[in-house]
């Protein structure tokens, strides 16, 4: 996938009302185009993709300090790396901020070393806040707005994710760099916050646009950016929440060639189509693109974000009653490394997905005591914060349910559910903690439990109609006179 040029130099930052402090115009250029990757969710090959591109950065000007910003954050936005644990990121930290002391900065680029050191101490609040005030005066700064809009979603601050966009979203007209992507980071914070209609309208125009005729139902034709995947993955998640299984499961299959390239996103679009699938009861068709396309990018990449796709599906899978064979034996593998991170806590509940799924004991206990330090350790990491009042909860639940004990499951869900949120994701993310204490409530031997399912299901129905899913579940209660 090809970044368009030109690339920015010195001059071109300076004439945006964003300078740089650095006279390399090869480093200005090459910070561009890793911004620009970041926002496109692909590795430009051509030009070394973003590792190649940072390598180059630090070798062009190893003082330039928003080079070291970028670099950083971006290891850090992955949430696979912690300083804590990763002794190359957190020398490179030092760098940073010892580089930042040596020079005269912009006020800009030092709330930019400011916000990565908070983000890196875990205070993903205090990291947005000084992301927030730069684009306070400098509101076509890509990657503050970027990296405030996944430090927003790992919060689970939904409404914050899309005002962000909206206070920003004026100065970013067409002639401005990656404009149209914004488009795209504005419609997923409305999708988030359930204006379905603006959300698709918005995704659509960044990628089709309106006044051209539609080459079939639904889409438009002259793109503007064809290939933003974000925009595309917005649409998916409109069709997630309104159960629109035919409809997405169709848009998904037409525009795959222009997001299939981009690799760091590739993988989370194909879960939503997968979900689709599930969602109808096609399980072996959701798991031959598991085994095609979600699997062969787990043991290639492996990001975080590859991760929780692998584990939320199977995990789904067997609620449903599906088989999953050998395959949580490939994915345990891959979480195993991460059971001492508590990056995230969303992340947690996932690698736990694979330690139970492999009935790895000993991994799961560990991920549990580990846990339970990081909840009691001082300091202002919100996660650890959070690990003690929802965090650890949901993991004990997921335990219980895969023991075979729903009654305390559903004990220890029911007070946190409308917390989870706190645990960052997106609602289609964390609907499988949903499915999880349906599943768990329906299986209850409590006579105290015997109507939650009921409730849980009725309101479920409320909210999303017509889901095949929610339809399954209402006739598996129905089984057991609970509807
Ligand atoms: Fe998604």
Redesign the pocket.
Known sequence: MAVSLPLRDCQAWKDAKLPLSTTSNEACKLFDATVTQYVKWANDQSLGGMEGCLAKLKAADPNFVMGHVISNGLVLIGTGNSVKLDKELDLAMKTMVEISKTQPLTQREQLHVSAVETFAKGNFPKACELWEEILRDHPTDMLALKFAHDGYFYLGYQEQMRDSVARVYPFWTPDVPLSSYVKGLYSFGLMETHFYDQAEKLAKEAVWPVAASPPCPGLQALSIEPTDAWSV?TV??VHEMRAEVKAGTEFMQRSESQWKDSDMLAC?NYW?WALYLIEKGEYEAALTIYDDHILPRLKGRGSVLDVVDSCSMLFRLQMEGVSVGQRWQDVLPVTRPHTQDHILLFNDAHFLMASLGAQDRQTTQDLLTGLQEASKSPGENCQHQLARDVGLPLCLAMVEFKDGNPDRALELLLPIRYRIVQMGG?D??RDVFNQMLIHAALNCTSSAHRNVARSLLMERDALKPNSPLTERLIRKAAAVHLM
């Open positions: 993955h998916a998640h989370h939503h997106s289609a993310q």
